[in-house]
């Protein structure tokens, strides 16, 4: 069943009355990286110019609403350095999805809302870009949390959007406690603030941990994880196994099911049908969900036997091979 985009509809539906041509689209944490990439490299340009010519701002940008509060500013702050003063700012998204309450933050980063259009379910605020979150960088969204596991004390990255805000979480700290640390070679993936392979480089020096995420921003949080303690690991962007080449000892994982406000079994579909062929002869996986989530009958699907290791009735670890 296709999946009506109702934001995107209402944008569609009143683009010619606003008189907004080619907007800079942000509709995803990739997105809103890739302009601001695009804009640090068109400062460097202009840096590096002999006239120091004038650099070129956007003119208008249409961000689609991100997943969460801290998300949200974040975005709107970075958008409004993104567009020329006094261009035009549209946030559009559903209104199961929020955006009713996102009024403020576009106020506190953009400025004044001029216009408010509603429909499909969705609701669009309008407004001339004061740039007042202008100037702001990632850097000053992030934040740093000490976690303690066992003996092992460390520092986690925080960055808005990525899972567990820093903290140590009840799934986590079951799928930790469950695990065992006599591998070698480690893949966690999607891995949010880096905190699984972190501790578990701390708990086995030797070890050679790799983490992955398909968020940017997660990327950001582990790589800051990872300086922070000092540790020695690989970390790059994969969604879910796309970028990833290795066989491993050892899969650890800690996926997402939800995204807006829906419950999304793609991660653990695509997961399933991937996981076995990046196992060593021996490897196994471990994988923690909630109770309630029938992730083995996915992972059999695959080919994989598999167990449950523990289940403490809010959480539970999967062992497959």
Not at 34 to 60: F, H, M, W, Y
Not at 122 to 133: D, I, P
Not at 248 to 267: A, M, R
Not at 290 to 311: H, M, P, Q, R, T
């Amino acid at each position: 069943m296709v999946v009506e985009n109702l934001p995107q509809k209402l944008w569609e539906r009143h683009r010619s009355t606003l008189g907004i041509e080619n907007p800079l689209v942000i509709d995803s944490e990739q997105a809103l990286f890739d302009a601001q990439a695009r804009l640090n490299l068109a400062q460097d340009k202009r840096t590096t110019n002999e006239r120091g010519s004038t650099l070129p701002l956007i003119k208008a940008a249409l961000v689609y609403l991100p997943k969460s509060k801290p998300l949200i500013d974040m975005t709107l702050a970075l958008v409004s350095g993104m567009v020329e003063k006094d261009g035009d700012i549209l946030l559009v998204g559903g209104n199961d999805a929020g955006i009713r309450s996102a009024n403020e933050l576009f106020e506190k980063n953009i400025g004044p809302i001029d216009q408010k259009i509603v429909g499909n379910h969705s609701a669009m605020y309008v407004g001339k870009n004061q740039a007042l979150g202008a100037g702001k960088t990632l850097s000053d969204f992030l934040s740093y949390q000490s976690v303690t596991y066992e003996t092992i004390d460390i520092e986690v990255a925080n960055l808005p959007g990525v899972f567990s805000g820093g903290k140590l979480d009840a799934g986590t700290r079951l799928l930790l406690d469950t695990i065992p640390y006599d591998r070698k070679k480690i893949l966690d993936i999607g891995c949010g603030t880096g905190m699984i392979g972190v501790i578990y480089k701390n708990k086995s020096p030797e070890s050679d941990v790799t983490m992955c995420d398909a968020s940017p921003i997660a990327i950001e949080a582990t790589k800051k994880t990872v300086e922070k303690n000092k540790i020695d690991a690989k970390v790059f962007t994969s969604d879910v196994f796309s970028n990833v080449t290795d066989e491993y000892d050892l899969i650890l994982c800690n996926p997402p099911f939800h995204k807006g406000v829906g419950t999304d079994y793609s991660f653990i579909e695509i997961f399933a049908r991937d996981a076995k062929k990046h196992l060593t002869k021996d490897g196994k996986i471990y994988l923690v969900c909630n109770s309630f989530l029938a992730y083995e009958k996915k992972l059999e699907l695959s080919g994989l036997s598999v167990s449950v290791a523990i289940d403490n009735t809010a959480f539970k670890v999967l062992l497959a091979h």
